[in-house]
């Protein structure tokens, strides 16, 4: 059980970054911005690091938001997850269910914006705090899955595992795209952008026998 929530955090988180393409497509050109802060033609190096430090702000941000999730709701979870963990895999059906109609979730959340620093690493490592308030508005079915997964468990290490698993899944998309050329990163874009609507449904269609999975078979609500 605690592999499989695992998994599914990990992924979920990967699929934020991923399926966030009003927002990703200006993550390239933030690094280059951020770069030439530090030097002017800077080295690809740098480029990297800036994407790691803010990769390092993502994880944070999911483990300081783990442990206030955890903290608030463990105790009421131990005695009503029977009723809780339901609601929430019942939510996640309905939202699969417009993820995979293409409906844009996006448009009813609204969005946030990063503070801006004069220092580079501050200004990345800030950005990577504030990078779930940025991305989840664009693509807030992977949030869902991340809150009902958290509510099938009431151990506090269990869940803060879960919302740092979630953090290295948003991450690894970003550190990925500061490695590659800005060639590649326009192709790997570019190629999410065309593709929204399939890579839409097939996320939804998964998230969909996740919840049914949990709805019949874990919780038995039949």
Do not use: D
């Given at each position: 059980m605690l592999a499989a929530n695992l998994w599914i955090s990990f992924l979920a988180g990967l699929f934020a970054p991923i399926g966030a393409v009003c927002v990703l497509?200006?993550?390239?050109?933030?690094?280059a911005y951020l770069a030439n802060k530090v030097k002017e033609d800077a080295p690809k190096k740098t480029i990297v690091f800036l994407g790691i430090t803010i990769?390092?702000?993502?994880i944070l941000s999911m483990f300081l938001?783990?442990?206030i999730f955890t903290g608030i709701f463990s105790s009421s979870l131990t005695s009503a997850i029977s009723i809780i963990s339901p609601i929430a895999f019942g939510f996640l059906a309905l939202i699969s269910i417009l993820l995979i109609f293409n409906v844009d979730l996006g448009r009813f959340i609204p969005k946030a914006h990063a503070p801006r620093l004069k220092n580079p690493y501050l200004n990345a490592s800030v950005f990577g705090l504030f990078f779930g308030l940025i991305v989840l508005p664009?693509?807030?079915a992977s949030l869902a899955v991340l809150f009902a997964v958290s509510t099938s468990v009431a151990s506090f290490f269990t869940n803060l595992l879960n919302f740092v698993a979630f953090g290295l899944g948003m991450s690894i998309p970003l550190v990925i795209l500061a490695i590659v050329s800005a060639s590649a990163s326009k192709q790997v874009i570019g190629f999410l952008t065309k593709y929204k609507k399939p890579i839409n449904i097939v996320a939804g269609l998964i998230m969909l026998g996740i919840s049914i999975y949990y709805l019949f078979f874990v919780f038995k609500i039949i």
């Open positions: 497509p200006l993550y390239p050109g933030f690094l990769a390092l702000g993502v938001f783990g442990l664009c693509n807030p």
